[in-house]
C-alpha cells in the first residue's frame, strides 16, 4: 500500500509558476513508475506527465512540454512537479499516482492515487 499526499497547489497568474510535491508513505516509490494527472472542470482526468521507476524514461503530454518538469527523490519517497509559463487552461486538480506495474508506458491504470490538489490559473 502507498498513500499519496499533494501539497503546492493554489492561485497564481498567467505565466506564473507553481511547485507541486507528492509526499508517498506505506511503501518506497523506488520500484514504482510515478505520474502527475490532472482534470480540469467538465473534461476527463488526463496524464500530464509521468516518471520510471528507474528515471530512465519521462513523458510529457504535449500541452505542458517545455513548461512542466517532473522530478522525485526517492530517498525522500517524494515527487514533484514544476510547472512554469502557467496558463489558465492549466486550471485543473492535479493528482499524483503510482503505477506498480513497470511494464507499462506511459504508465496507466495507476495502483494509487493522492486526492489532488487545486490548481488555478487566472487570465
Known amino acids: 500500500q502507498v498513500q499519496l499526499v499533494e501539497s503546492g497547489g493554489g492561485l497564481v497568474q498567467a505565466g506564473g509558476s507553481l511547485h507541486l510535491s507528492c509526499a508517498a508513505s506505506?511503501?518506497?516509490?523506488?520500484?514504482?513508475?510515478m505520474g502527475w494527472f490532472r482534470q480540469a472542470p467538465g473534461k476527463e482526468r488526463e496524464l500530464v506527465t509521468a516518471n520510471s521507476w528507474s528515471g530512465g524514461r519521462t513523458y510529457y503530454a504535449e500541452s505542458v512540454k517545455g513548461r512542466f518538469t517532473i522530478s522525485r527523490d526517492n530517498a525522500k519517497n517524494m515527487v514533484y512537479l514544476q510547472m512554469n509559463s502557467l496558463r489558465p487552461e492549466d486550471t485543473a486538480v492535479y493528482y499524483c499516482?503510482?503505477?506498480?506495474?513497470?511494464?507499462?508506458?506511459?504508465?496507466?491504470?495507476?495502483?494509487?492515487w493522492g486526492k489532488g490538489t487545486l490548481v488555478t490559473v487566472s487570465s
Open positions: 499516482a503510482a503505477d506498480s506495474d513497470g511494464s507499462r508506458w506511459p504508465p496507466n491504470g495507476m495502483d494509487y
Open positions: 506505506g511503501s518506497t516509490i523506488s520500484s514504482y513508475n
